[in-house]
């Protein structure tokens, strides 16, 4: 009997465990690769990626055919597939929803069109096949003489329908964009495209189609924001109760969308990047009455959506809660075709938002699920100030996510370094990776995610990687008090000196045992680029020990010339200009002279002086986007800061000066053919005491090509304190430029 039960549970066993099929044995394959005659154009690229990379792993290319008699991998929607999986209607997949199945001797690949079969040929090649696509021109592929046909029944659905990791690596590669898996950005057919949001976001302004001031003002001033009595032309928002001005908005949107070919998803009615909503006494008596911004925002949007969606029923048209909308509305509710993308720009960086420092956010954010549908999301997950900056908020991004998950948001935005610089934006590599990852499925385990990362992509340095993003982390946990922002200016609130030394020691150490090798090198340089910057910035690190400060600068630069990158932060910061005040800083710290800029100034009048030019040796804020360095012949270094009228931002500031009582003059002009009110603010502001000292000069005094010397006075400079410069917002004004600022010493 126990012989007869023995044999039993064996052929039960064997019953039990298919045998192995081989795809690929040897050198050889019975398979096929099959794709219906009606294929879309990303189910064939599908097709192309598998049999690709099957032929990069065992040397083997099956063909791609249209129909097959013996075994194959059937990729994309076809009868046979769909018989295969059970699907009865192909429309009933949810969004990029993917399907693997195993029937017989045969596999079946399909998704949701357009981009799910892709999808899943990349799980089936990450999952199965031991394949990583780490970035745009990294990817692993094993090599293996034997593939066996994987026995799958999956189903894997994303947890957001539209996905964005928003850094410049992300999505400069078609290719690459969908082998994250993101689909926010547009796109090639091929490559699955995109889910397109015409207009983008900040939709009200000069530079979008719908009501531009340079179209509109002259004839309507009453259609753009009030404030402090006057219609604003530049830096605006728009004058949301006036009628007409709704009915032209709505017209607007609607031509738009007949223009647009592509067939948009999304099309953006959303506020400009400012604070300028509109106060005059019409909208300010609605809001007392109807409740605040967020209110008055939604009842225009929805007096626009419900025109489109008589017209565009499928088109959602999108709006943000952001800055002074961030607050829910307390009467108006979006209608069913308006979605809100919520935006988290005020967020404590390095907690995640169910944190108490971001309980205010949470409660708007709950608020909004309460009011509309489903939302959107634009989240922030760099340093905009700093991309090079330490920013160690690994921990953060998936309690993020699933929190905006179980807020019904069906459309993520990850912003980081999105227009340059990201691949020395603090491992930036490591974060595309993680946040496509973590974008499908937010459920995943981020340190273990981490952990494939850098043992995949940094090899043999994988170590000292690890070991530098380890001691961020724990100093960090250190210092859980930190009020650090996505514009954090320093290190020093959480970083302690010694942990920032030793992790630029490991760093360093392994840029010179890895700068010859031709895979892990300018790899490496890349990832150590934020403690080299990190320390550079903070050279009292550099007291008592053995290391040169230009050395380690020269160094520095070499890992950012290495990492492929010309771009230090959102305003366009290039590596010269960032060493150019990092020399500034140094020689003032160390009593070195410091240089002057050009010949003496006339108010000098043969007494000491300073005289330096802005462009060199201030921060500049929204380089290339509100401020320019901009060629001019008559300025001390042949070019000078140029700031258009259009906003009052203190976008240049300087914290390094010698300390002591000065006169401070600044050399500025602007440019104006009928010269009148203000053009022009310089101030100094005292961070400890939160002390503004400024003072507004007429463009009628520096009007023309001349740079001239104006007088703001005298100046006690201390630690903690900044001398700014800002536009006055004032349509008689096109420009100011600033050349150098003087410093008279008193004593």
């Known amino acids: 009997m126990r012989v007869i039960a023995m044999f039993s549970l064996l052929l039960l066993t064997a019953e039990a465990v298919p045998a192995m099929t081989p795809l690929i044995e040897n050198g050889r394959s019975d398979y096929r690769i099959v794709v219906a005659p009606d294929a879309v154009p990303a189910e064939r690229t599908a097709a192309g990626e598998l049999q690709h990379f099957l032929a990069e792993i065992s040397g083997v290319e099956l063909p791609i055919v249209a129909g097959a008699d013996g075994p194959a991998i059937y990729v994309g ?26 029937v017989g001797d045969s596999l079946y690949l399909a998704g949701d069109r357009p981009r ?61 964009t969908a082998r994250l898996r993101c689909n926010g950005t547009g796109g090639f057919p091929e490559w699955g495209g995109g889910v397109r949001l015409l207009g983008g976001v900040h939709t009200f302004s000069d530079t979008q189609p719908l009501m531009p001031a340079g179209k509109y003002y002259e004839r309507h001033p009453e259609w753009f924001a009030e404030r402090n009595g006057r219609r604003l032309n530049l830096h605006y928002q728009l004058c949301l109760t006036n009628p007409e001005l709704r009915r032209e908005l709505t017209a607007n949107v609607l031509q738009w969308l007949r223009s647009d070919g592509d067939g948009c998803r999304y099309v953006s009615v959303s506020q400009n990047d400012n604070l300028n909503f509109c106060q005059c006494a019409r909208c300010a008596a609605w809001v007392a009455v109807r409740g605040n911004q967020a209110d008055l925002l939604l009842d225009a949007v929805n007096e ?69 549908r ?31 998950r179980d807020c019904g948001a069906v ?58 993003l380890d001691s961020m982390l724990a100093a960090l946990e250190r210092h859980p008090e930190t009020q650090a922002d996505c514009y954090a200016k320093s290190t020093a609130e959480w970083l302690d000196g010694a942990t920032l030394l030793q992790a630029w020691r490991t760093m360093a150490a392994a840029c010179r045992q890895f700068q010859d090798d031709p895979v892990y090198g300018a790899r490496v340089a890349a990832a150590a680029v934020p403690a080299g910057c990190a320390l550079l910035e903070r050279p009292e690190l550099f007291d008592g020990t053995e290391l040169d400060y230009r050395e380690v600068l020269a160094a520095t630069l070499e890992n950012i010339r290495l990492a492929g ?165 004032n349509p008689a004004v096109k420009n100011i430029w600033i050349d150098r600022l003087i410093l008279l010493p008193r004593r």
């Open 77 to 102: 929607q076809s009868k046979e597939t769909a018989v295969a999986l059970g699907v009865a209607d192909w429309r009933t997949l949810k969004p990029d929803e993917i399907r693997l199945k195993t």
């Open 411 to 468: 459309d993520i935005y990850e912003q980081g370094a999105w227009n340059g610089g990201g691949r020395i934006a603090d491992l930036g590599d490591l974060r595309v990776w993680l946040l496509g990852k973590l974008l499908w499925n937010p459920d995943r385990d981020t340190d273990a995610l981490i952990d494939e990362f850098v043992a995949g992509y940094y090899g043999p340095a994988a170590g000292a990687v690890r070991n530098y």
């Open 374 to 404: 489903q939302l959107m999301i634009w989240n922030y997950v760099t340093d905009f100030a700093k991309y090079y900056q330490p920013h160690p908020n690994w921990h953060t991004i998936a309690a993020d996510l699933r929190l905006f």
């Open 304 to 372: 626009v959506a419900a025109a489109v969606a008589k017209e565009f029923p499928g088109v959602l048209v999108e709006t943000l809660g952001y800055q002074y909308t961030r607050t829910p509305p307390e009467t108006v509710r979006p209608l069913d075709n308006v979605i809100v993308r919520y935006c988290t720009i005020e967020a404590r960086s390095f907690q995640p938002l169910t944190a108490g420092a971001n309980r205010a956010l949470v409660e708007d954010l709950t608020g909004w699920h309460r009011a509309a």
């Open 116 to 176: 799910g079969t892709l999808y899943a040929v990349y799980e089936l090649l990450e999952t199965r096949f031991g394949v990583r696509f780490w970035t745009a021109e990294a990817t692993d592929v094993p090599k293996r003489e034997l593939l066996e046909l994987p026995q799958l029944d999956e189903r894997s659905v994303p947890a957001f329908a539209v996905r964005s990791a928003g850094y410049d690596l992300a999505y400069r590669t078609p290719a690459f």
């Open 565 to 729: 990158v010309d771009r230090l932060n959102e305003g366009g910061l290039t590596p010269e200009h960032w060493a150019e005040q990092l020399e500034w800083r140094f020689q003032l710290r160390s009593g070195q002279p410091l240089a002057d800029d050009g010949p003496a100034p006339a108010v000098a009048a043969g007494r000491p002086y300073h005289a330096w030019a802005v462009g060199r040796i201030a921060d500049l804020y929204a380089l290339n986007r509100e401020l320019f360095r901009t060629a001019d012949p008559a300025a001390s270094l042949g070019y000078a800061v140029r700031m258009p009228n259009t906003h009052n931002d203190w976008y240049v500031q300087s914290f390094d000066w010698p300390e002591g009582e000065f006169e401070l003059y600044v050399e500025v002009r602007c440019d104006s053919d009928q010269p009148s009110g203000d053009a022009i603010r310089i101030g100094t502001y005292d961070w400890n005491a939160r002390l503004e000292n400024s003072k507004d000069f007429p463009a009628g005094t520096i009007a023309g090509p001349t740079y001239r010397a104006v007088e703001f006075g005298p100046v006690k400079l201390q630690k903690g304190m900044c001398i700014f410069i800002a536009p006055v917002v």
